[in-house]
């Protein structure tokens, strides 16, 4: 497969209301947040299209955090409608990732995928609908979606959907791995504490 041909969407436009800040902008190590982190891991690993889906209230601080040499490869889009959740973010991020075969569905609240782990999932995708990482038979992030499903997701009208309920109608490839941060979502001071 072309590494052209995949896209990713980051997922930001939630309030973090547990957290009490935002979780793109949780500090990652002393130079990069966590979009940060993320965004440089999928232009990293050959990711020529990446999407953030951010909220009003955190859209300005994401855009102030890359040049405009970024504008190549980045585009951060507004959902204007962050109390239609999560399903609904997907669909404003996808809508802007048309002509590619492939898109990989990223939180910000997991900010541990990194180059080997794209590469794993990327080389699973021949063949498949949906890639899923596992970790011990746990499905974990990120996430691959082939272009069929994302022209599907975008078909659907209603807001309520989750993830779950589109994926149970496609047949599923896990890919095994031995990082078992796959698995974290980390909504919580405490749960960012245990992990930085």
């Given at each position: 497969m072309?590494?052209?041909?995949?896209a990713v969407v980051i997922l930001a436009a939630g309030f973090s209301t547990r957290m009490g800040k935002h979780k793109s902008l949780l500090m990652f190590d002393d130079k990069k947040n966590f979009i940060q982190q993320i965004v440089e891991v999928y232009k990293n690993s050959g990711i020529e299209k990446i999407v953030i889906v951010a909220n009003r209230n955190n859209v300005e601080k994401i855009s102030d955090l890359f040049s405009n040499n970024d504008l190549e490869f980045l585009t951060i889009v507004l959902n204007e409608h962050p109390e239609y959740e999560r399903f609904y973010s997907l669909k404003v991020g996808l809508q802007k990732i048309e002509g590619f075969d492939a898109c990989f569905i990223q939180s910000c609240d997991n900010p541990f995928v990194n180059e080997e782990l794209v590469f794993n999932i990327k080389e699973g995708f021949i063949g498949a609908h949906v890639v899923i990482p596992s970790y011990l038979n746990r499905k974990g992030h990120p996430i691959l979606l082939c272009g069929s499903i994302v022209e599907a997701i975008l078909r659907i009208e209603k807001n309520d959907c989750t993830m779950r309920d589109v994926l149970r109608e496609y047949p599923s490839k896990l890919?095994?791995?031995?990082?078992?941060?796959?698995?974290?979502?980390?909504?919580?001071?405490?749960?960012?504490?245990?992990f930085f």
């Amino acid at each position: 497969m072309n590494k052209n041909s995949i896209a990713v969407v980051i997922l930001a436009a939630g309030f973090s209301t547990r957290m009490g800040k935002h979780k793109s902008l949780l500090m990652f190590d002393d130079k990069k947040n966590f979009i940060q982190q993320i965004v440089e891991v999928y232009k990293n690993s050959g990711i020529e299209k990446i999407v953030i889906v951010a909220n009003r209230n955190n859209v300005e601080k994401i855009s102030d955090l890359f040049s405009n040499n970024d504008l190549e490869f980045l585009t951060i889009v507004l959902n204007e409608h962050p109390e239609y959740e999560r399903f609904y973010s997907l669909k404003v991020g996808l809508q802007k990732i048309e002509g590619f075969d492939a898109c990989f569905i990223q939180s910000c609240d997991n900010p541990f995928v990194n180059e080997e782990l794209v590469f794993n999932i990327k080389e699973g995708f021949i063949g498949a609908h949906v890639v899923i990482p596992s970790y011990l038979n746990r499905k974990g992030h990120p996430i691959l979606l082939c272009g069929s499903i994302v022209e599907a997701i975008l078909r659907i009208e209603k807001n309520d959907c989750t993830m779950r309920d589109v994926l149970r109608e496609y047949p599923s490839k896990l890919v095994n791995v031995t990082d078992d941060k796959i698995l974290v979502n980390i909504n919580t001071c405490e749960e960012y504490m245990s992990f930085f």
